[in-house]
């Protein structure tokens, strides 16, 4: 979420990408201007999702999902 909005990582281009941390497997999915929000505005969904293949570990992943907008918020008078 630090990024900025044009950064590389940040490109629905390169997504999705898979880093593996040990024994963790982390996948980022990046999607822009998503249909079901129907905003007309430039935003990106980004989705992470952490797994664990450890056996005494929850099977189910970590997933934490943000919108991004561009551009910094405006009042509106």
Do not use: H
Not at 4 to 22: F, K, T
Request: proline share 10%; aromatic share 8%; with cysteine.
């Amino acid at each position: 979420m630090a990024l900025p909005y044009d950064d590389p990582w940040l490109d629905e281009a390169n997504s999705p990408y898979e880093i593996q941390n040990g024994p963790y497997t982390i996948q980022c999915t990046i999607e822009e201007d998503p249909a079901y929000l129907a905003l007309n505005l430039p935003i990106k969904q980004i989705e992470v999702r952490v797994t664990n293949p450890n056996r005494n570990a929850s099977n189910s992943p970590v997933v934490l999902t943000s919108i991004k907008g561009q551009g910094e918020f405006e009042e509106i008078e």
